[in-house]
T-cell receptor, first 113, second 117 residues
Framework: AQSVTQLGSHVSVSEGALVLLRCNYS??????LFWYVQYPNQGLQLLLK??????LVKGINGFEAEFKKSETSFHLTKPSAHMSDAAEYFC???????????FGGGTRVLVKP | NAGVTQTPKFRVLKTGQSMTLLCAQD?????MYWYRQDPGMGLRLIHY???????AKGEVPDGYNVSRLKKQNFLLGLESAAPSQTSVYFC????????????????FGDGTRLSIL
C-alpha cells in the first residue's frame, strides 16, 4: 500500500520569505504526484502535477515542485510568500496503474505580514 | 463554470437518521469519487465510480452507500448516521486520458459539512 507523509501540519512564514512544504511518498511503482491547495470553506484545487518527463514542475501562483525518485520526495516551494498563499496544502499520489489518490495529512500555511 | 456541485452545503442530523448527499458534475467526466476530510488525516476515499452504473469501495466504505444512475450524478447515502460520521464530505470527478485516469487531476466540489448529534 502506498502512503504519503507531509512533514509539519502547520508552517508559518513571513510575507516575502521562501515557502517549503515537504512531501515524501512510499510506492512500489513509479507514481503520479499531485499538489492541491484548499482555501477556507472551499474544495481542493490543483496546484501542479508530475506524471512523466521533467522532474521540476511549475504550477499556478508561482509554486513549483521537484520529483526526486532517489529520495521518494516531491517537495513544494515558492520563492516569495504572499498573504494570499495562506491555505492548506495537500500532497497526493496515484499509482501508475491506479485510479485512486492517496493524500497526505495536509500542511496549513500561515503567512505573517 | 459550475464544475462539481454538492448539495446540501451544511446539514445537522441526529444519530440514526438517514440522508443522501448529491454530487453533480457538468464536465462529462467518467470517474467520480466521494471523500471525507477529518483534521490531520487528509482526504480518505469512501467510494468511487468508474462510469455510469458502476460503484466500488474505497478506503473507508463502512456505513455508506452510493449510486451512479446517471453519468453526471453520484449520490452518497448514510443509512443510519453515527457521530463518527461527522465530517466534511467532498465529491470529485476526473476524466480519462489515453493512459487511463491516473494522471488526470481530480476536480472537487466545495464540500458538505455534516454534523451528527
Amino acid at each position: 500500500a502506498q502512503s504519503v507523509t507531509q512533514l509539519g501540519s502547520h508552517v508559518s512564514v513571513s510575507e516575502g520569505a521562501l515557502v517549503l512544504l515537504r512531501c515524501n511518498y512510499s510506492s512500489s511503482v513509479p507514481p503520479y504526484l499531485f499538489w492541491y491547495v484548499q482555501y477556507p470553506n472551499q474544495g481542493l484545487q490543483l496546484l501542479l502535477k508530475y506524471t512523466t518527463g521533467a522532474t521540476l514542475v511549475k504550477g499556478i501562483n508561482g509554486f513549483e515542485a521537484e520529483f526526486k525518485k532517489s529520495e521518494t520526495s516531491f517537495h513544494l516551494t515558492k520563492p516569495s510568500a504572499h498573504m494570499s498563499d495562506a491555505a492548506e496544502y495537500f500532497c497526493a499520489v496515484n499509482k501508475a496503474a491506479g485510479n485512486k489518490l492517496t493524500f497526505g495529512g495536509g500542511t496549513r500555511v500561515l503567512v505573517k505580514p | 463554470n459550475a464544475g462539481v456541485t454538492q448539495t446540501p452545503k451544511f446539514r445537522v442530523l441526529k444519530t440514526g437518521q438517514s440522508m443522501t448527499l448529491l454530487c453533480a458534475q457538468d464536465m462529462n467526466h467518467e470517474y467520480m469519487y466521494w471523500y471525507r476530510q477529518d483534521p490531520g488525516m487528509g482526504l480518505r476515499l469512501i467510494h468511487y465510480s468508474v462510469g455510469e452504473g458502476t460503484t466500488a469501495k474505497g478506503e473507508v466504505p463502512d456505513g455508506y452507500n452510493v449510486s451512479r444512475l446517471k453519468k453526471q450524478n453520484f449520490l452518497l447515502g448514510l443509512e443510519s448516521a453515527a457521530p463518527s460520521q461527522t465530517s466534511v464530505y467532498f465529491c470529485a470527478s476526473s476524466s480519462v486520458s489515453r493512459d487511463g485516469p491516473q494522471n488526470q487531476p481530480q476536480h472537487f466540489g466545495d464540500g458538505t459539512r455534516l454534523s451528527i448529534l
